[in-house]
């Protein structure tokens, strides 16, 4: 059992940056597929990103591209997002997120943090 622990949201101006962070309180991640989603009020959960064990693969949803970046460190069960040029429209709550190598699925979530992206 995995147990993943967001931190770093927050309320921040149009053009700002933030830097999300996804720890693990209880398992290890270092074989897993790594996401970041996200659910704004209103509209369903969207990923992100994600990025494979290895690091030599990722995913960007097209309206990121370019301004986040998502990175692990496996020794410290780590991932991040670092998010520059942030719009009022990425305002959501993020989830972090594990997916087993064997699972189609992320199996594990964390609680969520708030982004507010004020205009």
């Known amino acids: 059992q995995v147990q993943l622990v967001e931190s770093g949201g927050g309320l921040v101006q149009a053009g700002g940056s933030l830097r999300l962070s996804c720890g693990v309180s209880?398992?290890?991640?270092?074989?897993?597929?790594m996401g970041w989603f996200r659910q704004a009020p209103g509209k369903q959960r969207e990923i992100v990103a994600a990025?494979?064990?290895?690091?030599?693969?990722?995913y960007y949803l097209d309206s990121v591209k370019g301004r986040f970046t998502i990175s692990r460190d496996n020794a410290k069960s780590a991932v991040y997002l670092q998010m520059h040029s942030l719009k009022p429209e990425d305002t959501a709550v993020y989830y972090c997120?594990?997916?087993?190598?064997?699972?189609?699925?992320?199996?594990?979530w964390g609680q969520g943090t708030q982004v507010t992206v004020s205009s």
């Open positions: 997120a594990a997916k087993p190598i064997t699972s189609t699925n992320y199996d594990y």
């Open positions: 209880r398992g290890t991640i270092s074989t897993y597929i």
């Open positions: 990025i494979n064990w290895r690091m030599d693969s990722s």
